[in-house]
């Protein structure tokens, strides 16, 4: 599998990552087959968080890890904070607190990159700093990124750290591309030319932030997959064509689509499924045309000027 530098950091890490989330809705057993198959097939970054599941997918893949005797060494494993019952919070405190629950349910000593799940808007840059050194001088975390921010909110805490943020954590599927609509529908009065993100997409590029994708095979959290879904026709269509046409599955076009951007974005794929995996794999070596990757996107009912 391919793999890049995450960041501005020396970690080598795979194209492909295992999101964690719904690995509480699995047994042991299945979460060991998940998390082999991965590794089988290059896969050596692991993002969770610690209310997925609420805390029950990072104490399994601890368990996993552990019974399928793989070495710490040889995986990347990020986890996010920051998120609470009915509000957000990046106090210094929190964080500090939020890590230790993580490495316990875990089962290991260090995270590779502790991500700040959604934005407090009671962010307090100054702490959010101190806890970040603390972290990073007691060894329990290596590097730290962000998750769902705009480019501004970056350059904020930015500010403060003394080591550059690595990852932007943000949605994107075929069906959901906002930061790709604002960058083709500038200065058009249309709804997916307002620059809701600050540019977010151009600004990570700019500054070397690796963009990881999340639910790359969803309409929407709340409203499941956009595969065989009536409102999706057209692009389920172009799918399928495309992946007949090229010998793999639709699931592969689906994540080859994200591949192909040049801002080498990091996919994290939330199957459960280890067949869905090994299909989705193979999108590492299918480079979509400049004229595939605008048919497909436009398939999904999104708009040209
Ligand atoms: P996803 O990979 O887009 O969705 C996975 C789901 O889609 C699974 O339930 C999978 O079922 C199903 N699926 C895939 N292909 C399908 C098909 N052809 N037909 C029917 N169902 C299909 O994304 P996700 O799991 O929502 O998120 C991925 C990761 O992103 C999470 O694990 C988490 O690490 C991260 N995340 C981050 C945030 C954030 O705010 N930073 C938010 C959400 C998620 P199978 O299991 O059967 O394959």
Same mark, same amino acid.
């Given at each position: 599998m391919e793999k890049i530098k995450l960041g501005q950091s020396d970690l080598e890490v795979s194209r492909l990552a295992l999101g964690c *989330? +719904?690995?509480?809705?699995?047994?042991l057993e299945k979460a060991k087959e998940v998390i082999k198959t991965s590794l089988d097939l290059g896969i050596n970054f692991f993002d969770h968080a610690d209310i997925y599941g609420g805390g029950q997918s990072e104490v399994l893949f601890g368990q996993a890890i552990k019974e399928l005797g793989?070495? +710490? @060494?040889d995986i990347i494993i990020q986890s996010k904070c920051g998120i609470r019952r009915g509000f957000f919070d990046f106090s210094k405190d929190y964080i500090l607190e939020s890590v230790d629950g993580i490495l316990e349910r875990l089962q290991t #000593?260090?995270?590779d990159v502790l991500v700040l799940h959604r934005p407090d808007a009671l962010l307090e840059p100054e702490e959010v700093a101190e806890a970040f050194n603390v972290l990073k001088a007691s060894g329990k975390v290596r590097h730290f990124g962000l998750s769902n921010v705009n480019s501004y909110q970056i350059e904020l805490l930015q500010s403060y750290l @003394? @080591?550059?943020?690595l990852v932007n954590q943000l949605q994107l599927s075929i069906a959901h591309t906002p930061m790709i609509d604002a960058g083709l529908q500038v /200065? *058009?009065? %249309? #709804?997916?030319?307002? /620059?809701r993100d600050g540019s977010v997409l151009d600004y990570c590029r700019l500054k070397k932030i690796t963009i990881q994708t999340w639910?790359?095979?969803?309409?929407a959290l709340d409203k499941g %997959?956009?595969?065989?879904h009536p409102d999706y026709a057209e692009l389920n269509a172009e799918l399928e064509a495309l992946a007949t046409e090229k010998g793999v599955a639709p699931e592969t076009i689906a994540i080859a689509w994200i591949l +192909?951007?040049?801002?080498k974005m990091q996919a994290i794929i939330g199957s459960m499924t280890p067949e869905r995996l090994e299909n989705v794999a193979k999108a590492c070596d299918v480079i979509l045309t400049r004229q595939e990757w605008y048919k497909l996107y436009l398939s999904a009912g999104n708009i040209l000027p």
């Amino acid at each position: 599998m391919e793999k890049i530098k995450l960041g501005q950091s020396d970690l080598e890490v795979s194209r492909l990552a295992l999101g964690c *989330m +719904r690995l509480a809705g699995v047994d042991l057993e299945k979460a060991k087959e998940v998390i082999k198959t991965s590794l089988d097939l290059g896969i050596n970054f692991f993002d969770h968080a610690d209310i997925y599941g609420g805390g029950q997918s990072e104490v399994l893949f601890g368990q996993a890890i552990k019974e399928l005797g793989v070495k +710490r @060494e040889d995986i990347i494993i990020q986890s996010k904070c920051g998120i609470r019952r009915g509000f957000f919070d990046f106090s210094k405190d929190y964080i500090l607190e939020s890590v230790d629950g993580i490495l316990e349910r875990l089962q290991t #000593d260090y995270l590779d990159v502790l991500v700040l799940h959604r934005p407090d808007a009671l962010l307090e840059p100054e702490e959010v700093a101190e806890a970040f050194n603390v972290l990073k001088a007691s060894g329990k975390v290596r590097h730290f990124g962000l998750s769902n921010v705009n480019s501004y909110q970056i350059e904020l805490l930015q500010s403060y750290l @003394e @080591e550059p943020l690595l990852v932007n954590q943000l949605q994107l599927s075929i069906a959901h591309t906002p930061m790709i609509d604002a960058g083709l529908q500038v /200065n *058009m009065l %249309t #709804d997916g030319g307002v /620059n809701r993100d600050g540019s977010v997409l151009d600004y990570c590029r700019l500054k070397k932030i690796t963009i990881q994708t999340w639910s790359p095979f969803l309409i929407a959290l709340d409203k499941g %997959t956009f595969f065989g879904h009536p409102d999706y026709a057209e692009l389920n269509a172009e799918l399928e064509a495309l992946a007949t046409e090229k010998g793999v599955a639709p699931e592969t076009i689906a994540i080859a689509w994200i591949l +192909r951007h040049p801002a080498k974005m990091q996919a994290i794929i939330g199957s459960m499924t280890p067949e869905r995996l090994e299909n989705v794999a193979k999108a590492c070596d299918v480079i979509l045309t400049r004229q595939e990757w605008y048919k497909l996107y436009l398939s999904a009912g999104n708009i040209l000027p």
